[in-house]
């Protein structure tokens, strides 16, 4: 079982930076993709990036790429988010969850953990 929390959300201005992370327990996070999703008032939830198991791979949504960055440290069992750049359309809960591969994944359906979410709010 992995438990995730999320951390390091608030509010930031347009234009502007932010840094998420999620700490995991368990032994196996390690062994797992990570990913980060997020879900904005009235919409579903949506993809952000995905990263390997051991970092080598990483892939991000058309809308995020050259701002954020996804990175882990599996020492410490924590995954990144590093946001630059942010943008009003960028406000959304912010979820972490954990693979079931070792491989980067898209979807929903691969992740059978999740973090209970952080907000984050960008004003214009």
């Known amino acids: 079982q992995v438990q995730l929390v999320e951390s390091g959300g608030g509010l930031a201005q347009a234009g502007g930076s932010l840094r998420v992370s999620c700490a995991a327990s368990?032994?196996?996070?390690?062994?797992?993709?990570m990913g980060w999703f997020r879900q904005a008032p009235g919409k579903e939830r949506e993809f952000v990036a995905t990263i390997s198991w051991n970092g080598v791979s990483t892939y991000y949504t058309e809308s995020v790429k050259g701002r954020f960055t996804i990175s882990r440290d599996n020492a410490k069992n924590t995954l990144y988010l590093q946001m630059n750049n942010l943008k009003p359309e960028d406000t959304a809960v912010y979820y972490c969850a954990a693979s079931s591969y070792s491989g980067i994944s898209i979807g929903t359906g691969t992740y059978p953990y999740w973090g209970q979410g952080t907000q984050v709010t960008v004003s214009s």
């Open positions: 368990g032994p196996t996070f390690r062994n797992y993709a």
